[in-house]
């Protein structure tokens, strides 16, 4: 099976959330970034990658966002803080082929 991975995408610190999952998290957060993605995207502007997570396989990436999307915002803006503190944007980090996130709660 193919890894995948769970990510969260915002327009600023504490701003809208995207949580979403992909096979290929680079190219797809360029996707987000050029706005080629979908309309949350382009009328909420989540072009920074503030969280991400490695999954085994696609079925497990998305029970995993299935279940943080049910999440009250303030319990996803937790998850983030715990591993990026400062809401760096990490697409830089995984672009370079350091695509192995902090580990998960």
Excluded at 15 to 22: N, P, T
Excluded at 92 to 97: A, E, L, Q
Aim: with cysteine; charged share 30%; aromatic share 10%.
């Amino acid at each position: 099976m193919e890894t995948a991975y769970l990510y969260i995408m915002t327009n600023r610190r504490r701003g809208d959330l995207y949580v979403g999952v992909a096979t290929d998290l680079a190219g797809r957060v360029d996707e987000h970034r050029r706005d080629i993605t979908n309309e949350f995207t382009i009328e909420h502007g989540t072009h920074l990658l503030v969280h991400y997570e490695q999954c085994d396989n696609i079925r497990l990436a998305q029970k995993r966002q299935a279940r943080i999307r049910k999440w009250h915002q303030d319990f996803q803006i937790g998850l983030v803080e715990r591993f990026n503190p400062e809401w760096k944007d990490l697409y830089d980090r995984v672009k370079s082929g350091h695509p192995l996130p902090p580990a998960r709660e």
